[in-house]
C-alpha cells in the first residue's frame, strides 16, 4: 500500500510540475509563439498523462507482489509455529510421565528406608548382644578393650614416628653433611696452616755458666734490673749454660729475651747498660709488632683500618690461645669467613673484617676487664669500624647471633680452632673432658659402656639389645647429641655412634659316645 501510494504522489508531481511549465512557457513566449507553446504543452500534458498511467500500473504490479510474498511469509510463521506447538505438547507430555515416574521411586525408597532403619535397629541389638557376650567370654569390659586397642594403636603410631623420623634425619643429615662439604672445602682448600705450640716461658742459651753469675750481679743488682725493667721473671738454676725467662705476657717476654741476647753478645752487662738495652729493644719490639699486623691485614686482604688498630693487630703475633698463635689464627678466621659469605650469598668484606678483628680484645685482655668479645667490639666500634662488623665481633663468642656474619664469623673460628695441631691443652684438662663426655652418654636408659675416642670427636655408645631396638637406637643418639651440646662446650664436632649388637649362642653337645676299636 506504501508503495502504491508512493507512487500516486509521484504522478500528481509530475502533473504538477509538468503543468508550471507549460504556464512559465506560456507565460514567457510572445504572442507569436503562442500557439506553438500550446501544442508543446498540450503534447507534453499527453506524454505526462501516459507517464502517469504507466507509474500507476507499475505500483499497483508492486503492491500485488508485495502482499503476494508478506502472505506467502504469514503462512510460512503460522506453520512453523503450529511445529513447535506441537513439539511442546509431546514435551509437556513426556515431562508428565517422568513427573509420575520419580513419584513412584520416591514412594519405593520411602519403603526401603523404613526397612532398613527396622534392619538398623536389629543390627543394633545383636552388636549389644554380641558385645555383652564377647565381654563375659574375655572378662573384658568395652571400656578396657577400646583403651586395649587404643593402647596397642598408639604403640604402632609411635614405632612408626620414629622409623620415619630416623628415615627423615638420616636423609636430611646425608644433605646437610653434602652441602656442608662442599662450602667447606670450597672454604679450606687455600689453607695450609702450620701447627704451633704456646710458649709461657722462653729459654736464652749462655755462652758459658760463668755468664749467670755476670747475669746477676754483685749483690743480684743486675738480674733486679733486668726484671724491673722488662717485668719478667728471671730463673736462673742448675741447667747448664741456658736461663729462663717466664712471663704471662708475651711482648714483656720478647723484650727481655731480645735485649738479654744483646747483653750477652755484648758483654757489657750493668743496671744502666740494662736499661739503655730494653728500652732499644721495646721501640724494636714496636716496630716488629707494627710491621706484623701491616703484614696480616695484606695476608687477610683487609683494607682500610686505622694505624692503631693494625698495631693491636700485631700485637696479637706473641698471643697464644690454647697452643694456637692468635695473629695467625685471626687471617685464617677472615679468610674463611668471607670465603663462606661469598658461598652462600652475605656480604664478604664486613664477615672477612670481622673474622680478622674477632679476637682484637685478646690484645688487651690483660689491661682491660671483661670478656675479650666485648672488649674486641668496643675496640673495632672506637676505631670507626662498620656496625656490622662490631656485631659480628661481639656476637662470635656466646652470644645470641643476630645476623648472618656473626654466623659466619662463629662457624670459620670454629673451623680454625678444630683443625688437627692447631690447639692443645693440658693432659689433666683432656682427661677430664673425656671422662664427662663419657658420663653425659651413661647417664641414659640402655646404655651399658660408652668410649670417647678420637681425641674426644667421637662417642661409641653400646646399648643393651633387649632393651633398646633399631628405631630406639636412632633416638637415642639424637638425645646424646642434644646432651652434650646443651651441657659441654667443645670446639669442633663430636660424632655419636649408637651400636646394637644381638648375639644368639648355643653349645652343641655330644649326646651319645662310644669306643671304638
Not at 514567457?28 to 501516459?50: F, I, P
Not at 535397629?121 to 567370654?137: C, N
Not at 755476670?214 to 730463673?235: H, K, M, S, Y
Not at 670507626?384 to 659480628?392: E, H, I, L, N, P
Amino acid at each position: 500500500m506504501d508503495t502504491i501510494l508512493i507512487a500516486v504522489l509521484s504522478a500528481l508531481a509530475s502533473v504538477v510540475i509538468g503543468s508550471l511549465i507549460g504556464f512559465q512557457l506560456h507565460s514567457l513566449l510572445s504572442a507569436k509563439s503562442q500557439r506553438a507553446v500550446e501544442e508543446a504543452s498540450a503534447q507534453q500534458m499527453r506524454r505526462s498523462n501516459s507517464r502517469s498511467k504507466e507509474i500507476l500500473l507499475e505500483a499497483k504490479e508492486q503492491a500485488l507482489q508485495v502482499r503476494s510474498n508478506t502472505e506467502a511469509k504469514l503462512n510460512e510463521q503460522k506453520l512453523a509455529i503450529q511445529q513447535q506447538q506441537s513439539r511442546l505438547e509431546v514435551r509437556e507430555e513426556t515431562l508428565q510421565n517422568r513427573t509420575d515416574s520419580i513419584k513412584e521411586i520416591e514412594l519405593g525408597l520411602k519403603t526401603q528406608k523404613d526397612q532398613i532403619t527396622v534392619q538398623i535397629s536389629a543390627v543394633d541389638d545383636l552388636r549389644l548382644q554380641a558385645g555383652e557376650r564377647l565381654e563375659t567370654v574375655s572378662g573384658l569390659s568395652l571400656a578396657d578393650a577400646r583403651q586395649q586397642l587404643l593402647d596397642q594403636a598408639e604403640e604402632d603410631i609411635q614405632f612408626e614416628l620414629a622409623r620415619r623420623y630416623r628415615d627423615a634425619e638420616l636423609e636430611a643429615q646425608d644433605e646437610a653433611d653434602h652441602k656442608a662439604r662442599v662450602i667447606l672445602a670450597a672454604s679450606m682448600q687455600r689453607l695450609a696452616a702450620e701447627v704451633v705450640s704456646e710458649a709461657t716461658v722462653t729459654n736464652i742459651p749462655l755462652p758459658n755458666d760463668e755468664m749467670k753469675g755476670r747475669l746477676i750481679g754483685r749483690e743480684g743488682r743486675n738480674i733486679r734490673a733486668i726484671e724491673a725493667a722488662t717485668g719478667v721473671d728471671l730463673i736462673i738454676d742448675d741447667v747448664p749454660e741456658a736461663i729462663t725467662i717466664s712471663c704471662f705476657d708475651p711482648i714483656r717476654r720478647e723484650v727481655a729475651s731480645i735485649a738479654l741476647a744483646k747483653l750477652i753478645k755484648d758483654g757489657r752487662i750493668h743496671p744502666a747498660r740494662i736499661e739503655e738495652s730494653v728500652e732499644k729493644t721495646r721501640t724494636e719490639v714496636d716496630e716488629t709488632i707494627r710491621k706484623a699486623g701491616q703484614s696480616a691485614t695484606f695476608a687477610a686482604d683487609v683494607k682500610g683500618l686505622h694505624p692503631e688498630l693494625v698495631k693491636l693487630v700485631g700485637r696479637l703475633k706473641y698471643r697464644y690461645s690454647y697452643g694456637e698463635n692468635v695473629l695467625q689464627h685471626s687471617v685464617e678466621v677472615g679468610l674463611v669467613a668471607g670465603i663462606l659469605a661469598s658461598q652462600i650469598g652475605a656480604n664478604p668484606q664486613i664477615a672477612k673484617t670481622a673474622g680478622f678483628l674477632h679476637d682484637i680484645g685478646k690484645a688487651l685482655t690483660h689491661e682491660v676487664d671483661g670478656p675479650h668479645a666485648e672488649i674486641g667490639a668496643d675496640i673495632a666500634k672506637r676505631y670507626g669500624q662498620k656496625d656490622g662488623v662490631v656485631t659480628a665481633v661481639r656476637e662470635h663468642h656466646d652470644r645470641e647471633m643476630t645476623t648472618i656474619e656473626s654466623f659466619l664469623v662463629s662457624a670459620a673460628d670454629a673451623i680454625s680452632a678444630a683443625r688437627p695441631g692447631a690447639r692443645h691443652d693440658t693432659v689433666e684438662n683432656y682427661i677430664k673432658r673425656l671422662e664427662a663426655l663419657e658420663e653425659v652418654a651413661k647417664g641414659f636408659d640402655g646404655v651399658e659402656r660408652v668410649f670417647a675416642i678420637q681425641a674426644g670427636r667421637e662417642v661409641r655408645v653400646l646399648v643393651d639389645p633387649e632393651n633398646v631396638d633399631d628405631i630406639s637406637a636412632a633416638t637415642l643418639a639424637r638425645d646424646i647429641v642434644a646432651k652434650i651440646e646443651e651441657t659441654l662446650a667443645y670446639p669442633g664436632q663430636i660424632k655419636v655412634v649408637v651400636i646394637r649388637e644381638s648375639r644368639s649362642i648355643e653349645v652343641a653337645t655330644l649326646q651319645h659316645w662310644s669306643w671304638v676299636q
